[in-house]
């Protein structure tokens, strides 16, 4: 009866903690050196929060976003395209990056990019430290236009360790901007047409 009483008692905590959340530390943790073949590709944003409420309201009024990662034929370097839709109007800026272990820095607009840990599968978070951490912007990309709500939840978690605003979901519906290839660092503003 005792060993019963044990076993009770072992299958209880084990089930409590594994429904216990991660510790901010493991939420944010950033990845070790990502491996070049499963960052290329493009991917539509699906979440994001900024530190800084004004540009959390513009986040808010933003169709949509992506971001795509492509070979340049180096083995630490990439290209990094974004693309956003605003009021019917696609931006495109475009970069060519350096990996330094988990992050790259956009140098002539002092941003600190860190590929963060996330549980979902295709998905790749990206913290980005604007003027040496004055202001953070966190955004989960993915290949799909809609998660799993445990895949949002564990966001909304980091987004809370980092103590910034509860984050934007983007609607999938929305439409994202056409892709432009472009290997110049530039950034270009587009009229969209709307069908």
Do not use: W
Not at 141 to 162: G, H, T, V
Not at 172 to 195: F, G, I, L, Y
């Amino acid at each position: 009866m005792l060993a019963v009483a044990a076993a009770v008692l072992l299958l209880s905590l084990v089930s409590v903690s594994h429904s216990v959340p991660l510790a901010c530390e493991d939420l944010l943790q950033p990845l070790g050196q990502p491996h070049l073949r499963g960052l290329e590709g493009r991917r539509t944003m699906v979440a994001g929060s900024i530190s800084n409420l004004t540009f959390m309201e513009l986040l808010r009024s933003r169709d949509s976003a992506t971001a795509e990662f492509s070979s340049n034929g180096n083995e630490s370097s990439l290209f990094f395209r974004r693309s956003g839709r605003s009021d019917g109007n696609c931006y495109y800026a475009s970069y060519n990056i350096t990996l330094e272990g988990s992050s790259f820095t956009l140098d002539d607009i002092n941003i600190t990019t860190t590929f963060v840990h996330t549980s979902c599968h295709d998905c790749i978070l990206l913290k980005f430290d604007v003027e040496s951490g004055k202001r953070q912007h966190v955004y989960l990309f993915s290949k799909r236009r809609q998660l799993e709500e445990m895949e949002i939840e564990e966001f909304r978690d980091q987004a809370k360790c980092l103590n910034i605003p509860p984050p934007v979901v983007m609607d999938p519906t929305k439409e994202v901007c056409p892709e432009q290839h472009t290997t110049d660092h530039k950034e270009d503003k587009t009229e969209a047409k709307s069908n």
